[in-house]
């Protein structure tokens, strides 16, 4: 009888084995003991061994014994087989030591999670041979209390659900013949929508914001936006991780594309009969000179967009709000559905709105004050998540929207006529060389279809015939013949785009083409409705101009992943840009942006005191020896300290009104969380100082008789510095000093100005046209005070001579005027504003940057400098940097 086992022997003989047996040595190999290389050794060995048959076993008395040599052969190709499957295990690595040495989870070998994916397969399959303990979440206890109670919350949950699903009927009658339908999202009239229900993975993350289509693929790229301090409600990605200043000076100027998700940009839909439209659009400043004539009839037929400035009514002064863009539906839609019965005699249309979000919530307001004052009245649809934008600028711009655009056909092979003129573009590298805001709207098929996207066949740049024809197609611009696709207007449509295929649908139809040809087309494939503005530069008509791409909202990405990828002709992708980028396209095009650098409306002065908060915050973060000290600034002319708050554009001591208190802050308090609608940036702040538009900052600067104009008012100029130099935010704008006054030998009282014009005036450059340097041989070399370069050397050597000993004998030390040879800058009184925006310009290789003046100020200089007959001279200034006491001569310009 056996001896008796104990219980855990008994338990450890009925356990699996943790790991495998170690290899024992074949029959034919050495007997080695040693543990550690040599069992490895032994392993190697056993694996590289093939065992084989003598080939005498299959000859019979000098004959060949077929069934034994068959068997002999049978043998050895199974003992190759095996071979090669033991050499194949033996020589392998495990799944976690076949990735690179960066990517390494030697630690956590037992966690099939920390490898890669393309592994993830064969390394449970190991662990599960090798029998190694991994790790399992479900089945781990929880540590804390509060996980334990999260695990029992959840445990509940399941219960429930799982107990509401088994009271559900499972095969109910007629069940399988009932086709339900996603239902249509709702969309509230004149009230403010909802955004978006996020997932609830990212739910708590959008508590108080909410995130733009590609907010995933941005986060992984760019850096976002605080999350407890989004910008305008929305979690913007302000600029790229890597380096890319001069890249995107670069891709916008010489090639290549740059391209921005804004989706953030609010889009408001109004609706009614035309002329209560009118009414309502006039009454917030949309009325160009012949907008609403003969000259805007492509404006409102829906074939041109226009972009301007609007502004409320406050008594008889106009206040300007901020740019928006209107843009018409090219059809009408019957006005017997509506609620109100409205005659047939007054079609009722339909246009989008789309403005700033910063100035959003005034213009929400204004448009719903009005349109309750007209009968029948107008109705507004809030859809700034219903609709997305991109855009894109850029020499490769319109090679990328073609590459990734593919329109969809109407029947058979046949396209939409703005789909044809589209795709006749191929080769147009500016698109403003297009009519300007010109308007192409069709529908497009889904861009995944298509993806990753394929470099297109452009036309030979050098082949004048058909560089001829496509200006011949720019002149005459096709898309005017036909009415736009107005789908992009109607609910339903944008519903239908938006129920896109799986992903995995997406990948089995592209595995069941032939190779090399795109996935077909089928019919439940949706239309996804797209609408085209391409947009000039207000700096020059030579400048970059803009695509802008509308499409419903959750459409975006699909159309961005296909964007970013597209492999330009001129070599690599477009590149995505930030806010930052988007602010210096704008800054070296010329061009405020706004609402940085408009602080006369209320989103400018919101940004303003924001900007204070934060240049405050630094400057206190720093030690007091490496901070600059405002109280000890040194002007000259015993006048110390700094002009207002160094870190502000104190436009209030300006104009002279109270400042700003340093803690009020622009963003709404209210609770998003408890909140059913999402109230967008609330802009608390009122500005101080009022805006004055181009048009009429340009007309009193141009007219001769100069009336009273209130101090508050204020423009927008650019700098352009004459001498070297930068201009930096915040820095002060002077105009030039008043010529010195007349001695009065009986006043006693007068003190001489710290600088005089005649001083500043003497910094001006020479004029470019020079006349050409003269024969060094003749008699007008001679009495140049410069040695022309062509001089021989010995009758160089010779005037140098003769210069040195006719002059008088410098002074040592040299006296200079002002600082370091620079004159003093004017007093506080010639203070006419400030910079808003300053640093090195790319496209002009020189100092440029963008003011806001006092437009009183700068008349009035202008009325001093005609009085002296010197009209040149009112268009210069000086710019002193804050902090700083040297000033830089500088001409400005209205913007």
């Given at each position: 009888m056996p001896p008796k086992t104990s219980m855990a022997e008994s338990a450890t003989l009925s356990r699996p084995q943790k790991r495998k047996d170690p290899p024992q040595p074949s029959s034919n190999s050495q007997n080695i003991t040693s543990k550690g290389?040599?069992?490895?050794?032994?392993?190697?060995?056993?694996?590289?061994?093939?065992?084989?048959?003598?080939?005498?076993?299959?000859?019979?008395?000098?004959?060949?014994?077929?069934p034994s040599f068959l068997k002999a052969r049978e043998f050895e190709i199974r003992a190759l087989e095996d071979g090669m499957q033991k050499s194949k295990a033996r020589l392998s690595r495990r799944a976690f030591q076949q990735v690179p040495r960066d990517m390494r989870r030697r630690t956590a070998s037992h966690n099939v999670k920390k490898v890669p994916n393309r592994l993830r397969n064969r390394a449970a399959r190991e662990m599960e041979d090798d029998n190694t303990p991994t790790v399992d979440r479900s089945k781990r206890k929880p540590a804390t209390s509060r996980g334990r109670l999260r695990a029992e919350t959840a445990k509940r949950l399941g219960i429930l659900a799982a107990g509401k699903r088994s009271l559900k009927p499972q095969n109910g009658i007629g069940a399988a013949d009932v086709h339900t339908r996603a239902a249509c999202p709702k969309i509230r009239t004149d009230k403010l929508n909802t955004p978006p229900r996020p997932v609830s993975k990212f739910r708590k993350r959008q508590i108080h914001k909410t995130w733009l289509p590609t907010h995933l693929w941005h986060a992984k790229r760019a850096r976002m936006t605080e999350p407890r301090n989004p910008l305008w409600r929305f979690a913007i990605p302000t600029t790229s991780t890597e380096k890319s200043y001069r890249p995107t000076h670069r891709a916008v100027g010489a090639r290549g594309a740059v391209a921005w998700d804004t989706s953030y940009m609010?889009?408001?839909?109004?609706?009614?009969?035309?002329?209560?439209?009118?009414?309502?659009?006039?009454?917030?400043?949309?009325?160009?000179?012949g907008i609403w004539e003969h000259k805007g009839e492509r404006w409102r037929a829906g074939k041109r967009g226009w972009t301007g400035w609007l502004s409320r009514k406050n008594k008889d002064d106009a206040i300007p709000i901020g740019p928006a863009t209107v843009i018409w539906c090219s059809t009408e839609i019957d006005s017997t559905n509506e609620g109100d019965p409205i005659p047939k005699k007054r079609p009722i249309r339909r246009l989008f709105l789309r403005t700033h979000p910063a100035?959003?919530?005034?213009?929400?307001?204004?448009?719903?004050?009005?349109s309750k004052l007209q009968r029948p009245m107008v109705h507004l649809?809030?859809?700034?998540?219903?609709i997305g934008s991109i855009s894109i600028t850029g020499p490769g711009s319109t090679e990328a929207l073609l590459g990734v655009l593919h329109p969809y056909p109407k029947s058979g092979d046949i396209l939409e006529s703005h789909a044809q003129t589209f795709q006749s573009l191929a080769g147009i590298t500016n698109p403003g060389s297009l009519p300007s805001d010109a308007i192409l709207s069709f529908s497009i098929m889904d861009p995944r279809l298509r993806y990753p996207p394929r470099r297109i066949t452009l036309p030979d740049s050098n082949d004048e015939k058909t560089n001829f024809e496509l200006l011949e197609m720019l002149s005459a611009w096709p898309a005017d013949t036909s009415n736009p696709l107005p789908d992009l207007f109607e609910r339903r449509m944008r519903f239908e785009a938006t129920r896109l295929p799986a992903q995995k649908s997406i990948n089995r139809r592209k595995s069941q083409a032939l190779p090399g040809s795109y996935a077909s087309i089928l019919p439940t494939d949706p239309r996804i409705p797209v609408m085209l503005l391409a947009s000039r530069s207000a700096s020059s008509a030579s400048a970059q101009g803009t695509w802008t791409l509308l499409a419903p909202w959750k459409c975006i990405l699909s159309v961005w992943y296909g964007l970013v990828h597209h492999p330009l002709s001129s070599g690599g992708n477009p590149r995505f840009g930030g806010l930052d980028e988007l602010r210096q396209v704008h800054f070296e095009h010329g061009v405020p942006w706004f609402p940085a650098d408009y602080p006369g409306t209320d989103a400018g002065f919101a940004w303003e005191a924001a900007e204070r908060e934060r240049r405050k915050r630094e400057w206190e973060s720093r030690p007091k020896g490496k901070r600059t000290e405002w109280e000890s600034l040194d002007l000259g002319a015993a006048r110390k300290g700094e002009i207002g708050r160094g870190w502000a554009c104190d436009f209030e001591r300006l104009v002279g009104v109270a400042p700003l208190a340093e803690c009020t802050k622009s963003i709404d308090t209210q609770d998003t969380e408890n909140s059913s609608v999402a109230q967008p940036e609330k802009v608390n702040i009122k500005s101080p100082i009022t805006h004055l538009g181009y048009q009429n900052f340009t007309t009193l600067l141009s007219s001769h008789d100069i009336g009273p104009t209130p101090s508050s008012q204020v423009a927008t100029i650019r700098l352009t510095l004459i001498t070297r130099g930068i201009a930096s935010p915040c820095a002060r704008i002077y105009r030039l000093p008043p010529p010195p006054p007349t001695a009065d030998p009986s006043s006693t009282t007068s003190s001489p100005p710290p600088t005089t014009r005649a001083e500043w005036l003497s910094h001006l450059p020479p004029p470019s046209k020079t006349k050409p340097l003269p024969n060094p041989k003749s008699k007008a070399a001679k009495d140049l005070g410069r040695i022309p370069l062509n001089t021989p050397i010995p009758q160089r050597v010779r005037l140098l001579a003769q210069a040195l000993l006719q002059g008088p004998a410098p002074t040592y030390p040299a006296v200079k005027n002002g600082l370091d040879g620079h004159p003093l800058v004017p007093n506080e009184e010639d203070l006419i504003g400030f910079v808003t925006t300053g640093e090195f310009n790319l496209a002009e290789g020189k100092g440029v940057a963008i003011g806001t003046v006092a437009v009183a100020k700068v008349l009035e200089g202008l009325k001093r400098d005609r009085g002296l007959g010197a009209k040149k001279d009112g268009r210069l200034c000086i710019v002193r940097n804050a902090g700083e006491s040297i000033g830089r001569l500088a001409r400005w310009e209205a913007v």
């Open positions: 290389r040599g069992m490895k050794r032994v392993k190697i060995h056993d694996a590289r061994s093939i065992l084989a048959q003598n080939a005498d076993a299959a000859l019979n008395k000098g004959e060949l014994d077929l609010s889009t408001i839909r109004l609706e009614g009969p035309v002329e209560n439209l009118e009414k309502v659009l006039r009454g917030v400043g949309v009325d160009a000179p100035v959003f919530l005034e213009t929400w307001d204004t448009l719903l004050q009005l649809e809030d859809l700034r998540f219903e």
